[in-house]
Nanobody, 125 residues
């Protein structure tokens, strides 16, 4: 069982930046692909970004490409989502997730085995 704890959410003005962190309890953290998802009120959970177990491959949703950066530090069991040029439509609860699917990058929530509790990001206009 992998426990994931997110931090770094908050309230920011449009155009600002936030840095989300996710720390895993599992010593074999480097065996998992990691992803960030978000869910706005009344909407489905949607893919934001994912990173391979080595950190060598990443993928982003088109809506955040060029503004968000995902990275990981396997020595610290941590995955980071750096969010720049934030927009009001980025407002959502952001979730960190871990997947045993490591052959390919996956953007499908059902492929992820473990989830954090979420952290709120609110972007004011």
């Amino acid at each position: 069982q992998v426990q994931l704890v997110e931090s770094g959410g908050g309230l920011v003005q449009a155009g600002g930046s936030l840095r989300l962190s996710c720390t895993a309890s599992e010593r074999s953290f480097s065996n998992y692909g990691m992803g960030w998802f978000r869910q706005a009120p009344g909407k489905e959970r949607e893919f934001v970004a994912t990173i391979s177990w080595t950190g060598g491959r990443v993928a982003y949703d088109d809506s955040v490409k060029g503004r968000f950066t995902i990275s990981r530090d396997n020595a610290k069991n941590t995955v980071i989502l750096q969010m720049n040029s934030l927009k009001p439509e980025d407002t959502a609860v952001y979730y960190c997730a871990a997947t045993r699917v490591i052959v390919v990058l996956t953007t499908t929530p059902d492929d992820y085995d473990f989830w954090g509790q979420g952290t709120q990001v609110t972007v004011s206009s």
